[in-house]
């Protein structure tokens, strides 16, 4: 599961970037370059870091989405009438959907309850908890 989250997460980061560089290609926009720019490399920071601490790199990530979906979720509720084909709703709805898959992704990633995992088989046989 931690795969199949982290590649959709390096994807998002990707997105993320571009969306931002194509903001500043199409309308000129400085603002858009620089916040998808952090957003994006925020993102990549998470993916960077759920390498090796999946649970922490993924929380990192769910801290970004979240932010960007109140964000663009804001902007795109202050537009009348409201344009679902706007970069607002495609980014707070891309965002809260990454949101889901970075929840999954903590739950998955947590430790067995009770510690890090079966008690040690004493005898030897192979079998735990028999």
């Known amino acids: 599961m931690n795969t199949a989250v982290r590649a959709l997460l390096l994807v998002y980061a990707l997105g993320l970037v571009a969306g931002g560089a194509m903001g500043y290609a199409k309308a000129g926009s400085l603002a858009s370059l620089i916040a998808g ?55 707070a709805s891309l965002s809260v959907a990454m949101a889901f898959v970075l929840v999954a992704g903590i739950l998955a990633a947590r430790p067995p309850a009770g510690g890090r995992g079966a008690p040690a088989d004493p005898g030897g046989s192979g079998v735990t908890g028999a």
């Open 37 to 91: 720019a952090a957003s994006g490399l925020a993102a990549g920071a998470g993916f960077a870091l759920s390498l090796r601490r999946p649970r922490a790199g993924f929380a990192v990530s769910l801290v970004v989405a979240v932010v960007l979906a109140i964000a663009m979720g804001r902007r795109f509720l202050a537009q009348e009438p409201r344009d679902y084909g706007s970069t607002a709703f495609l980014i």
